[in-house]
């Protein structure tokens, strides 16, 4: 799954791509605090019509949507959070399960007063999406999930062995006062490595995400996030243990030079209906490095 990391570095010497950067949401959208779970989640909102709820991982935030949103927002009520402890939500001291946080963005639906939404998740946000996706399935009407794992799920224990995955276990007080002020390197470490284009990553972008991660406790809880992953596997069996596969149309979107076709191999262990795609040309950061791409399927995918 991550075979592309040994051609990526020589790849992004020979590429000069066009760089992304921070797009603002339209101005159609509004933001607000959203009281849900016993926490607040910062929540950007806007359109009208069929609710798409977008959710974002770990390196970034929900401003990673912003060029997808503007395409959606055309005909979709467009839902895009930050999930907890990340980005501008608040910083609770527990609930990073992944269970819990489905809750969370349940109690946001309820909040909009929006009962069914299609969802469109990348990295840890597939992990929220997928405890989402079973415990609420009468509320999920389609699932695109972007190049992360679930863990307990498929090849998972063999997955969590990689060595560029370190940092799954990377957590504690030591190591949070190593990256205290340092956050900028230990996101560049990301961006890097996990990238086949690294350059299309710009300046702006990784300082925009660096300063949100230097945010008090907000490197804290990114770590949270990864430390509850044990409890996740152990969920996410007993859930798939009651509840059965999950029915509704799954797209299952692995970046070429990042997860592939493993990313549909992991979501048919889970899921009945089960379609798969690739991003081309684009490492594990698909909204920053092939956006187009990415817009494209996913657009296709809500549009059915």
């Known amino acids: ?18 760089v992304a950067r921070i797009a603002p949401f339209p101005g159609s959208f509004h933001t607000q605090m959203v009281q849900t779970n016993g926490t607040s989640l910062y929540v950007r909102v806007g359109g009208q019509g069929p609710a798409v709820v977008l959710l974002h991982g770990f390196g970034d935030t929900g401003d990673m ?11 979709h009520t467009v839902i895009v959070p930050d999930l907890r402890g990340m980005g501008l ?3 609770p001291d527990a609930g990073y399960t992944k269970q819990t946080q489905a809750s969370d963005i349940a109690g946001v639906m309820d909040a909009l007063k929006v009962q069914k939404a299609a ?3 990348h990295d840890i946000g597939n992990m929220v999406g997928y405890a989402l996706a079973v415990q609420y399935a009468a509320r999920i009407t389609r699932w695109a999930v972007i190049d992360a794992p679930l863990p307990g799920i498929g090849d998972w224990d063999n997955i969590i062995r990689s060595p560029m995955l370190w940092h799954f276990n990377f ?9 205290q002020g340092r956050e900028r390197i230990y996101l560049d470490r990301f961006w890097n490595e996990l990238s086949a284009h690294p350059k299309r990553i710009d300046e702006g972008t990784r300082q925009h995400y660096a300063s949100l991660y230097a945010r008090p406790h907000a490197i804290h809880d990114a770590f949270e996030q990864f430390g509850a992953f044990n409890q996740d596997a152990s969920d996410n069996k007993a859930l798939l243990a009651k509840s059965g596969k999950i029915t509704m149309p799954v797209l299952a979107i692995g970046a070429e030079k990042s997860f592939g076709t493993a990313q549909a191999d992991d979501l048919r262990f889970v899921a009945s209906n089960v379609t798969s795609a690739i991003v081309p040309d ?10 187009q791409a990415t817009i494209k399927l996913v657009t296709e995918f809500i549009a059915k």
Do not use: C, Q
């Open 1 to 18: 799954m991550f075979r592309y990391l040994a051609a990526a570095t020589a790849a992004a010497v020979l590429v000069t791509p066009a």
């Open 65 to 75: 949507w912003a060029p997808l949103a503007a395409v959606l927002v055309k005909d």
């Open 89 to 91: 939500s608040a910083h």
């Open 119 to 121: 969802l469109v998740t």
């Open 171 to 179: 957590r504690g007080p030591d190591e949070e006062r190593l990256v």
């Open 282 to 291: 684009s490492g594990h950061w698909i909204m920053e490095e092939n956006p």
